[in-house]
């Protein structure tokens, strides 16, 4: 691994760092991944360690408040020049004259208003405790120093107002210094060696970060997730440097635990598993369990011995774990593959889990592998195209993908869009001129390892509020206009009253 003493010198102007962190590419990088950061980030574009850690000082309630980070931002870009007080050119010039750290104010106090250093640590410990008599003897005695200087008294009390206001939410510079290293050594392994980042940042994430974390490591490295296979995955995700390859966590396809993948991965140890009907006879070499469905309990002796069960083989099949043996060109050929672990399994696949309508739907083993590892791959213009919606929307709305809403120059169009909504929340706002108090929904919409925030203002939300909440998991096709998000800092959809909405 990295560690933090050895960045220095040309690893602190990799510029691919940079241009990560200024494309928006902060996931897991410590202290950067909110989505506030993340905005302030790119509108800084940062370029150089003192960035970064001016960047970790800055973006804090009280900065926010007073416009700090607007100022620090304009001055960055170069579009106002900053204008430094008497005396505090050498204390602030690395942050254009903003007071950003408690060094900065201390060392002002210090060389302007004539503070020795105990004084100077005083004044520290007097802003941080607002002690106001205290403060107010030292203000006297910070403008007289600072005239016997030759500082306008005008000025001084200028610059004393600015130490006051920066001793509310400045904390000392080490401090920023040290997250922000420890930040950019995070993103140096991202920007430098993003299989291994990713390998061990999906290993622990939870499920609801993982798609977002896909996006980002598809738009910005060449590492690409691969669903996991029987012979090469295991507990953790693994990796194939040669290729860039992600192999999915067995432990990460539903109800298969570490017990269960722990005792396949031992039985691989004594070769590799040929086909369905190998792997299912060498875990079940003792004895081969039967069963009538999928779903049937195990007896609780033979559980204990052999921690796989029908469940387990079903999920992963759907999650893919057998395509590479059983040579799987299309997701729909997995039909086959459960047939045949059926048999060997003592029963006969029915209409229940697979009506006979689906099998040859694309859409629907995509969703399957999906719902039981949290991976797959859907072609949602395939599903438009053969929907009836597509006639209904036809002159009212161009089909557009998540990754084509997201581009700048579709801002104001009208979109209709196929996804996935993998969540719903409700929220409420106060009407302006009423007073009142309206709620609205807003939708995060999936297209693969693409993410787009859908708001269904109220005047549509209320009309459709039961609908709208049910929609979590399931394939919608919708129409909505493409309007940019300062909150977000991206395109995003929003439905009114004129919206259309199909689930499918």
């Given at each position: 691994s990295l560690s933090i003493e050895r960045i220095t010198g040309r690893e602190l102007e990799d510029e691919k760092t940079y241009r990560l962190l200024s494309e928006g590419n902060t996931q897991n990088v410590f202290q950067f991944s909110s989505p506030g950061i993340t905005r302030f980030i790119q509108d800084v574009r940062p370029d150089c360690i003192e960035d970064m850690i001016a960047i970790n000082a800055l973006y804090r309630p009280a900065t926010l408040d007073i416009g700090a980070t607007e100022d620090y931002i304009r001055f960055r870009r170069g579009e106002v020049a900053p204008v430094y007080n008497y005396g505090c050119y050498e204390a602030t010039n690395n942050t254009f004259g903003i007071m950003v750290y408690q060094e900065q104010f201390m060392s002002v106090a210090h060389t302007l208003g004539g503070f020795d250093l105990g004084k100077t640590d005083l004044l520290r410990k007097a802003i941080g405790k607002k002690k106001a008599d205290l403060m107010a003897t030292l203000k006297a005695d910070f403008i007289a120093g600072a005239v016997r200087n030759g500082c306008p008294d005008y000025e001084a009390e200028e610059i004393w107002h600015k130490i006051e206001v920066a001793g509310?939410?400045?904390?000392?510079r080490s401090h920023a210094a040290a997250y922000a290293l420890t930040a950019y050594c995070g993103a140096w392994l991202k920007a430098n060696y993003p299989s291994a980042f990713y390998t061990v940042a999906l290993q622990w994430a939870d499920d609801k970060e993982i798609p977002s974390l896909m996006a980002e490591m598809e738009r910005c490295s060449a590492a690409k997730i691969v669903p996991p296979d029987i012979n090469r995955s295991g507990v953790e995700f693994f990796t194939d440097y040669a290729t860039d390859e992600i192999f999915w966590s067995l432990t990460r396809i539903r109800q298969v635990g570490i017990k269960t993948v722990e005792y396949i991965v031992s039985e691989r140890t004594r070769g590799k598993f040929e086909c369905i009907e190998?792997?299912?006879?060498?875990?079940f070499r003792y004895k081969l369990k039967k069963y009538c469905y999928w779903e049937d309990p195990d007896n609780p002796d033979e559980a204990v011995k052999v921690p796989v069960n029908a469940r387990h083989i079903k999920n992963m099949i759907l999650a893919g774990c057998f395509d590479r043996i059983e040579n799987v060109r299309a997701v729909t050929e997995r039909y086959a593959v459960l047939e045949r672990a059926a048999k060997e399994l003592g029963f006969s696949l029915s209409d229940k889990d697979f009506p006979a309508e689906m099998r040859d739907k694309h859409y629907f083993w995509s969703q399957q592998q999906i719902a039981v590892s949290g991976i797959g791959s859907i072609d949602y213009r395939r599903i438009f195209d053969s929907s009836e919606a597509r006639q209904t929307v036809r002159g009212k709305a161009s089909y557009l993908s998540l990754e084509e809403v997201s581009r700048d120059e579709n801002d104001g169009r009208r979109a209709a869009?196929?996804?996935?909504?993998?969540?719903?929340?409700e929220h409420s706002y106060k009407d302006r001129e009423t007073g009142q108090r309206k709620r609205f929904a807003k939708l995060t919409l999936s297209q693969?390892?693409?993410?787009?925030?859908?708001?269904c203002w109220n005047d549509y939300y209320i009309a459709h509020r039961t609908e709208i909440l049910s929609l979590k998991g399931k394939v919608v096709i919708l129409t909505a206009m493409i309007r940019y998000?300062?909150?977000?800092?991206c395109n995003a959809l929003q439905m009114t009253?004129?919206?259309l909405l199909f689930i499918q």
């Open positions: 509310k939410y400045s904390f000392n190998n792997f299912i006879h060498r875990i869009v196929c996804a996935t909504v993998v969540d719903v929340a693969n390892n693409h993410l787009t925030e859908c708001v998000s300062d909150y977000n800092g009253k004129n919206s």
